[in-house]
């Protein structure tokens, strides 16, 4: 799934620069993520970079977006036109789930 900011956002600037798709921007009121751009940060760290620094915890699962873990690192390596992730050696699909070796 991609994130969304809710209107619970503080406009703190934390989110912004460390998202590593460039996915978040700065909306009419509030924070926004591009759902077309939000990986969940899959194929750069192992949790969303966003909700983990926070400070308001205003950024849940888009449900409108529902994506699995293989579609998100499909994003990653098209957003980032690469066949290898950053920090990652490979990949396996195991019962629906793409996992780290």
């Given at each position: 799934?991609?994130?969304m900011?809710t209107?619970?956002?503080i406009?703190?600037?934390?989110?912004?620069p460390?998202?590593?798709?460039d996915a978040?921007s700065?909306?009419?009121?509030?924070?926004?993520?591009?759902?077309?751009?939000?990986?969940?940060?899959?194929g750069?760290?192992?949790?969303?970079?966003c909700?983990?620094?926070?400070?308001?915890d205003?950024?849940?699962l888009h449900?409108d977006?529902v994506?699995?873990r293989?579609?998100l690192f499909s994003?990653?390596?098209?957003?980032?036109?690469?066949?290898?992730?950053?920090?990652?050696?490979?990949?396996e699909?195991?019962?629906?789930?793409?996992?780290g070796?």
């Amino acid at each position: 799934m991609a994130l969304m900011i809710t209107d619970e956002c503080i406009n703190c600037d934390v989110c912004e620069p460390e998202c590593p798709n460039d996915a978040i921007s700065q909306g009419e009121e509030i924070y926004q993520i591009d759902p077309a751009r939000c990986t969940e940060c899959v194929g750069h760290h192992d949790e969303p970079q966003c909700r983990k620094l926070c400070p308001v915890d205003c950024i849940p699962l888009h449900p409108d977006h529902v994506e699995s873990r293989e579609t998100l690192f499909s994003k990653y390596l098209r957003l980032t036109k690469t066949d290898e992730p950053a920090g990652i050696d490979t990949l396996e699909t195991t019962a629906g789930h793409v996992c780290g070796n």
